[in-house]
């Protein structure tokens, strides 16, 4: 048998080979192992030096043990080298060039319809309207009766309005609020509602469901006038200073007298909605005295508005969620 000092010089070189050739971290834990662990060949050797001479027994163990601790710090290097070298790997592969230029990721708009509306909330907030809302799924009550639209009156019917199991409708217009807003409450007040309406119409030209703004005030001493005066600043608010207004005499059940409104801003004529002095009938419907209280109330189309805003020829197309179409909007 070779002196065991042979043997560990030859341990150590083999092991300090074996280290500097472990290609990973993983590599090199297994040859730590077969170096140093518990049934590795350094341990072994440590174990069967009980069996040696006394005299060479604390040489070989100082010798065995200096040879663990040199096995273990070169484990020890070469680890901190394979981490530092598959960092940088790394960041090679997934690093980020900072001198690329940016992507921009794509931003959304508010649609048009919400654009518009928006912008006709805030010129009548602006005047001290509230906003109010009113449900869409509505009785026979809020979108005919107290308006005092008659059982024979054409709008009732299927052909005009969708009806709902249990005898309730999707409203017509959002005239409805009026009649929940004014219900119980003291004038003066004023209001604006804006929101969806349907009414049966499948044709082309038109789409089943559309947006209106409705807007109401109740005082002592409102006129017609007052009316024009909201409505033509209203106008100029959204289509600028050179627009122009046309009333056209009209009848509405819940309005006396009613007027329907057309705007011009440079191109031609839009039919723009309905208008009138609130019938008395239902100012007291709502328990109103309309003795002492007039109002006034307006309701006008939303879509046709953003239509002649941005200048879009289909109502549909507002409608269709189309983003190549809403993205040059
Ligand atoms: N509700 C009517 C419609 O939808 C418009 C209107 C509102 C008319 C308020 C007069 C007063 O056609």
Redesign the pocket.
Known sequence: MPPASKNLEALEAEAREAIAAAPTPAALTQVRARFLGRKGSVSEFLRGIGDLDAAERSNAGQAANAVKQRVEQWVAERRERLERSARRRSLEAHGVDVTLPGAIPPSGHLHPITHVTRHMVRFFTSLGFSVEEGPEVETDYYNFEA?NIPSDHPARDEQDTFYVEGGNLLR????NV?IRAMTGRTPPFRFIAPGR?YRHDLSPKHSPMFH?I???LVDERVSFGDLKGILYAFARHLMGDDVELRFRA?H?P??EP???MDVRSGGEWLEW????M?HPAVLDRCGIDSDRYQG?????GIDRTAMHRFGIPHLRLLFEGDVRVLEQI
């Open positions: 308006l017509t217009h959002t005239s009026q309406v209106q409705e807007g109401f009209n509405f819940f309005t009613s007027a329907e909605g309905g208008c009138g609130i006034f109330a307006f309701g006008m």
